[in-house]
């Protein structure tokens, strides 16, 4: 029998971190997601927060081409395909977790103790996809997140010192994204 690897949440921030060169931490973001990939362990994020990489991701990439001037049809094209190859690499990597009006529900009755409507869409999708670590740089969610809540640099620490744990045991190889997009897909439940 062997441990479960954890399952690891990261929070839009966190995308934005990875994906935006102007971020204070894309390299914290990348060590973490490359360390995951490296190691199996599997990652998610709410399928809502592809739509706010994706338009950040273009605003972002056209600022980038307007410091050089007015914005050219080949240089709006750019930054629309590199918005979208963002997205594209969050699915190959990640699992989407979805949402449906639960997880609403859910963001409601977390309202009085963090009164931020996508955060608490973040924290019922950790719920949805019994994530063991919400992954964020918020520093408002961190402090009030019902999930153990952690840095990209400080969950990287965790991993890497082996006392990251996930929430059961298993007799078979650690289970990646795939599996629970599948399981999803099926109609079982997360």
Do not use: N
């Not at 914290?28 to 490296?38: C, P």
């Not at 639960?102 to 996809?129: N, V, W």
């Not at 965790?158 to 990251?164: K, P, R």
């Not at 599948?182 to 439940?189: C, I, V, Y």
């Amino acid at each position: 029998m062997s441990v479960c690897l954890p399952i690891l949440f990261l929070d839009t921030c966190v995308w934005l971190d990875l994906y935006l060169l102007d971020r204070p931490g894309r390299q914290a973001a990348q060590a973490l997601v490359r360390y995951a990939l490296d190691h199996d362990i599997s990652l998610a994020y709410a399928a809502h927060s592809a739509l706010d990489v994706y338009a950040k991701a273009a605003i972002c990439a056209k600022r980038f081409f307007r410091e050089g001037g007015p914005l050219t049809d080949l240089q709006a094209q750019t930054a629309k395909t590199y918005a979208w190859d963002c997205a594209t690499q969050m699915r190959e990597v990640a699992t989407p977790i979805p949402a449906d009006a639960s997880d609403f529900y859910f963001a409601e009755k977390f309202r009085p103790l963090h009164d931020d409507l996508e955060d608490d869409l973040i924290l019922a999708g950790c719920s949805r996809a019994r994530a063991d670590y919400l992954v964020t740089t918020d520093k408002r969610l961190l402090r009030h997140a019902d999930i153990a809540a952690k840095t990209p640099s400080e969950m990287l620490a965790l991993l890497e010192s082996g006392l990251a744990r996930g929430g059961g045991v298993s007799d078979g190889p650690a289970r990646d994204s795939a599996y629970y997009l599948r399981t999803w897909l099926a109609g079982d439940t997360l």
